[in-house]
């Protein structure tokens, strides 16, 4: 069934007006006619089964609720803090952070980061991938759209007050905890909120190891084998979301 985002909707009125390129998309592109049913979401964990009532032109449609959807079990709140890798991998990063369950991600831009947006790049960046986890919600089923925040420099980030206190960073150190006895004492801590870091392609510099210890940040092992940026995320959040949620 299509899935078409409809913020700040009212799924207690039956009428529910759609415009725009959620409207378009399903008009033109899933060529969706009066009488087909689909699944509408706020993005704020709210769904519901609607029928295409009227379509006016081909960016705008009138539907009407049929029946609310109940809402998907609570996940344990994933903050993924990532230095932003080369190429198009944060839009698969941000595609596959959606469907293992990420509530936001953190771009970071590292002394080792390659990729590095500049000033009037920020906002833009920040907005594609954004799109990239919205259209990963339509399609994963997820109801609760993650917040993809602008890339921000590694100092500004260790100096934040509002992110889990459970603080882990992917690190590649001898003193590296191992995942699996962190999160079994966060599990048996009661932790369900986390924020994971993780390294661009060259690591952590020895100066922003240290600069993250004092902010607090536990340095834990994905085991001896080098991952890429990208795979240390997929496992990262995978392993999160088995044991705290």
Not at 94 to 119: D, F, M, S, Y
Not at 133 to 144: I, M, W
Not at 173 to 198: D, N, S, Y
Request: net charge neutral.
């Amino acid at each position: 069934m299509h899935r078409c985002y409809t913020p700040g909707a009212d799924f207690a009125t039956p009428s529910l007006p759609v415009e725009g390129e959620e409207a378009r998309h399903a008009l033109r592109v899933m060529r969706l006619r009066p009488g087909d049913e689909l699944e509408v979401f706020d993005g704020e964990g709210h769904s519901a089964v609607a029928q295409l009532v009227q379509a006016e032109g081909n960016s705008a449609m009138q539907l009407k609720v049929l029946r609310l959807l109940p809402e998907l079990p609570p996940v344990a709140q994933i903050t993924l803090a990532i230095a932003i890798p080369k190429g198009a991998n944060m839009d698969l990063i941000a595609q596959k952070a959606v469907e293992l369950g990420a509530c936001r991600i953190i771009p970071l831009v590292t002394e080792r980061t390659i990729a590095r947006p500049g000033a009037g790049e920020a906002a833009a960046k920040a907005a594609k991938w954004q799109r990239t986890v919205l259209e990963a919600c339509k399609q994963s089923g997820v109801n609760r759209i993650p917040m993809v925040e602008p890339p921000q420099p590694f100092p500004h980030f260790l100096q934040r007050t509002d992110l889990p206190v459970l603080k882990l960073q992917c690190a590649i150190t001898p003193t590296a905890r191992p995942m699996r006895e962190t999160l079994e004492a966060a599990r048996a801590g009661g932790h369900r909120a986390a924020v994971f870091l993780i390294g661009p392609e060259g690591d952590f510099s020895p100066a922003e190891y240290t600069a993250s210890a004092v902010a607090g940040y536990a340095p834990i092992s994905l085991g001896p084998i080098i991952l890429r940026v990208e795979t240390a995320a997929f496992m990262a959040l995978s392993a999160a979301r088995y044991a705290l949620d």
